[in-house]
């Protein structure tokens, strides 16, 4: 049994799955190395908690060089061919895609890689090519238009067959699930069970960045003033980043609102459930808002949830962002939601 992870959330829910599932003694978890320094910094982390709960963890630079996805594949297939069960992280990742093609009859768990998830069991659903849902145009670019032969394939291997079980192992609320497709709830239960519960700060408030600026999807001056009035609003004294917030972002965020700025070493469900957190944690539409309450819960930490507003969304954003992320926030559960924040001009 085989796992293949690329981000530290992944490997997270990997450990969740193995233990819901009670499979954990046979799993090895494979990292496929992503190359910016914060991913990586949690991978190692989440890697050595890993290993500490008994599992099998390789290290994989998969990106290290021209040639690596190639070596990589190459040094992975004869692990491929013998497992029995793959779990994956990233239905959308070109390598995971890659390396689905290397594999037939297997039976495939799916694990949250977060809000991506919802799109994937939905456009599986529909017959729908697999694009992530911040992508503009559709993904049609040269690079895709010569990977479709590969997504195609990875696709075909995720629809369930009569010798192939599929599974999502998910936090997130999935509305269509194709025929075949087994949906196993994520409760985060290890994670409640290995940490805390934390300790709490009465009166303040922590905050959730997103890396919605950096995708491409949100104005980066309409997102600095709508956290400097939540700060503002909610004795906000923390902001953890997103590991994919640029720096210059993070210091104009620091200069604005004096927030401690954070740069979490795991993933934001062991680090809240670790404590110290605020007794209320602000976020956008985003994962945190399905996970912090099943992370936090009987804790009564509040999670409350800002929309974005469409005047913030950039010009070069998807048409789907707008009713994606009113999705994302609309069927969270036990969450307070925000009045929606004005424009500025």
């Not at 994956?88 to 998830?117: C, E, M, N, W």
């Not at 369930?160 to 609320?173: G, I, K, L, N, Q």
């Not at 602000?282 to 507003?309: M, N």
């Amino acid at each position: 049994m085989i796992a293949f992870v690329e981000s530290p959330v992944q490997l997270l829910n990997v450990l969740e799955w193995a233990r819901a599932s009670a499979t954990g003694d046979q799993l090895t978890v494979i990292v496929l190395s992503p190359t910016d320094p914060m991913s990586r910094g949690q991978l190692r982390r989440m890697a050595e908690l890993a290993r500490d709960e008994g599992f099998t963890v390789r290290w994989q630079e998969a990106r290290a060089s021209a040639g690596a996805p190639l070596r990589t594949v190459r040094q992975l297939a004869p692990m491929l061919r013998r497992a029995d069960r793959i779990v994956i992280g990233d239905p959308f990742s070109r390598y995971v895609q890659l390396l689905l093609t290397l594999v037939h009859g297997k039976a495939l768990t799916v694990v949250d890689d977060g809000t991506a998830t919802m799109e994937f069991v939905g456009q599986l659903a529909r017959g729908e090519r697999l694009v992530r849902w911040h992508r503009r145009g559709g993904g049609r670019g040269p690079r895709e238009l010569i990977l479709a032969p590969v997504t195609a394939a990875a696709r075909r291997r995720l629809t369930p067959t009569a010798a192939r079980s599929v599974e999502v192992f998910t936090s997130m609320p999935v509305g269509e699930v194709p025929d075949g497709i087994t949906v196993t709830p994520n409760t985060f239960e290890w994670t409640r069970a290995t940490f805390g519960p934390p300790s709490i700060h009465e009166g303040a408030a922590d905050m959730v960045g997103t890396s919605l600026v950096e995708t491409g999807v949100v104005d980066e001056d309409q997102y600095l003033e709508a956290v400097v009035a939540l700060a503002r609003t909610h004795n906000a004294t923390r902001y953890f980043a997103h590991r994919r917030e640029a720096v210059d972002k993070l210091h104009r965020l620091h200069a604005a609102t004096d927030l401690e700025i954070v740069r979490p070493d795991l993933p934001l469900e062991v680090i809240a459930r670790r404590g110290p957190i605020g007794a209320t944690v602000v976020s956008f539409p985003s994962t945190v808002v399905h996970t912090l309450p099943l992370a936090l819960a009987g804790t009564g930490v509040r999670v409350a949830v800002c929309d974005i507003a469409p005047e913030w969304l950039r010009e070069s954003a998807s048409p789907r962002a707008e009713g994606f992320l009113s999705v994302v926030t609309g069927t969270a559960r036990d969450i307070h939601r925000l009045p929606r924040l004005p424009a500025t001009a």
